[in-house]
């Protein structure tokens, strides 16, 4: 199977405009599907944002009308495959259990491309950054229960266990420590770009989210924990955009966002369970082959390139929603107490790291381990899914 | 892995003290209950049927007698969303008593059970989206209190877990002992609020 989306040519830009009854799309059961179907879509939305938003600074950025019109052209599919794809999410949901869906994306995802990364220094960073994911599906797991009296395992349907990763309240690190070294885009592998900025994507819709969506709640707990771990999301996307290269150019960057959209609507269709989701990701991919070939359009007219200098020679092999368990559990076992330090990372907890640490808790135990205190006030225990025994680091099982 | 069940509103440790909280766990509860039903078979199905019948009357009608009520007097416009939530109710009864007139295993059971599920589903989360925060914008804690015990006087009417000698009489969930669960629960209500 060798899939070259610079070889296929899709639906023709002006034939690419949907009304209002080709939008109105059925939303997923919000309790019967496939959770990674539910995880596909979160992630999909996550790229479509990155889209809009990266044109979007493109253009801000353009001085020339004709290429801002072209932009803006391309955009405005864009906008409409992201309400197509978002609002495959069922209204019925609540916002909680949205999130509990956002963060199995986080956990199974980045899991998967730490597996996949050919770099040690990007897989490193998936690594450190997938356990304090894990962590946050753990504490909304808790306060899921508090709030609602449903259990996490209704959602992520017990292919993604939820147990303590790093503890969230060590996420808080001197801001200066977030950011990495980006990979070298002359010798960087294709497929680390398209991770990069497939993470990059998801979390910064999850801080998005998060952000927006933490003050509808009323009960103080659920805002404060949404808080800690809205800002924490931007600690993520700090790791995860200094990853890229920041010496490609705009044009270069453009062809890489079109690149992976049609490499990841790609590997959904080969692998989606719910055949009306599945005739949209194919959908979109023909969609995405034609903004891919006008990005590389522009790439040649303002780079004076060809965009096979920069991509990959054939499509890698596809992005895939699969239990990660014994995998998080290794890494539960080995990096549990690791930090940052610069660009790197220590086992210490430094200085710097201390200070902050001392100065964002004020002297009080933050949202996430107040809200396990809660959990145990009216359960008289923690809510875990640990369907693969007992926690890896003896001093995170239960008492 | 052994993970314990979530307890019953009102059955865990929670203060209980806040009326729109406690009905969201039940909400949850119900929906607890709705999977136990589909995840069973047999006999085991039809002891949790009839727990779901017990505690979707007796949900109904706490909010009917303490939620609803408050509402249409308090909230500008309330008298709208009550109706809406009527008519939802009205609804999945006219569901419910289509399921209590079958025997869980009957193979159109599951598919009526599913639109049952459904049904309620969007109800509760309507009923959360543009009723409860009415109420919690209009009232203090103390209303929000005396409601709260209200609707706790009620859920004692739905008891968990029943003797399994009560229990396995299946024609309990016909609609004659349904309905006066119904009126019992009104009564229990209506004496918590101090209106009796």
Redesign the interface.
Known sequence: MTFNPLEQRGIPLDRQLRNWREMNVQPID??RGDPYTRCRIITMNGIEVEAILFSHQLARNTVDPDVKRQLARTRYIEAQQQKVVNWLLP??S?VLETTIAYEQVAVDLTAWVARMEPDPYLRQAYQFGVLEDFDHLFRYANLY???????A??IVDNLTEVMPGRPTKFHHRDPYDNVRDPYDKNEANPLSKLHALTIMSAEQQTMNFYMNTGPTY??PIARQLYQEIGLIEEEHVTHYESLVDPGETWWEQLVNHEYNECYLYYSFMEQESDPKVQAIWELHLNMELEHLHTACDMMRRYDGREPQEVLAPELPKVVTFAPNKQYLRGLLDTQMDLTTLGAGYVREAHERFEKMQEQIHGGQEPPSERVMAEHD?????E?????EGEHPDPALREK | MSEPRTHRAGGDKAKDTDVVALLMRQHGDIRNLFDEVEQSKGKERRTAFHRLVRLLAVHETAEEEVVHPFVRRMVPGGEQVVEDRLAEEKAAKETLATLDEMDTDDPKFMPQLMKLRKDVQEHARAEERYEFIHIRRHTDAINLAVMAKAVKAAEAMAPTHPHPGVESLARNVALGPVAALMDRTKDAVRKAMGND
């Open positions: 919000p309790d209204g019925v609540s229960e508090m709030i609602e009296h449903r259990k395992e209704s009323m009960e006030d009216v359960f008289g225990r809510y875990r899914v640990q369907s």
